[in-house]
């Protein structure tokens, strides 16, 4: 059988995932890991205010659990030699939009100018532990 020129040949690659688990962050409260690596791309669980030292939530302020959230994020960024220059996707869970000023001043400290991810940032109900503020995050390499 001939093969057709403008056929495209799909290649299928059983890449395999990586479990990323670091001491430098908060230990998964639930059944899931803190990130899963796969195909050059990092896809970190929601991130809350605990010491990754104490598990003791960091919740004084709202800048200051804002501040933990994002401190355990890099954390985990630099496990795979990553920064936030490499997110391409946030998403930012608050108890109430009332927070979203003071979070959102301290999540763009953070954030080099002209690398900021896509984003959504979403009020709920209640978050794990009663927390004000959770970020997830997707980066890529």
Same mark, same amino acid.
């Given at each position: 059988?001939?093969?057709?020129?403008? !056929?495209?040949?799909?290649?299928?690659?059983?890449?395999?995932?990586?479990?990323?688990?670091?001491?430098?962050?908060?230990?998964?409260?639930?059944?899931?890991? !803190?990130?899963?690596?796969? /195909?050059?791309?990092?896809?970190? #669980?929601?991130?809350?205010?605990? %010491?990754?030292? #104490?598990?003791?939530?960091?919740?004084? #302020?709202?800048? %200051? $659990?804002?501040? !933990?959230?994002? @401190? /355990? &994020?890099?954390?985990? &960024?630099? $496990?795979?030699?990553?920064?936030?220059?490499?997110?391409?996707?946030?998403?930012?869970? &608050?108890?109430?939009? =009332?927070?979203?000023? *003071? +979070? /959102? $001043?301290?999540?763009? =400290?953070?954030? *080099?100018?002209?690398? *900021?991810?896509?984003?959504?940032?979403?009020? +709920?109900?209640? &978050?794990?532990? /009663?927390?004000?503020? *959770?970020?997830? @995050?997707?980066?890529?390499?």
């Amino acid at each position: 059988m001939k093969k057709d020129p403008n !056929q495209i040949e799909v290649c299928k690659f059983n890449i395999m995932k990586k479990i990323i688990n670091t001491n430098k962050a908060p230990s998964p409260i639930g059944p899931y890991n !803190q990130a899963i690596f796969k /195909n050059n791309m990092i896809f970190i #669980s929601g991130q809350i205010a605990l %010491d990754p030292n #104490s598990m003791v939530l960091k919740n004084n #302020s709202i800048e %200051d $659990e804002a501040h !933990q959230v994002m @401190m /355990n &994020l890099e954390n985990i &960024l630099k $496990e795979v030699n990553m920064d936030f220059r490499n997110v391409v996707k946030s998403t930012i869970f &608050l108890s109430d939009m =009332s927070h979203f000023k *003071e +979070v /959102n $001043e301290v999540y763009g =400290s953070y954030l *080099e100018t002209g690398h *900021e991810p896509a984003r959504e940032t979403v009020a +709920v109900k209640t &978050l794990p532990m /009663n927390v004000n503020v *959770e970020i997830s @995050m997707i980066a890529a390499l």
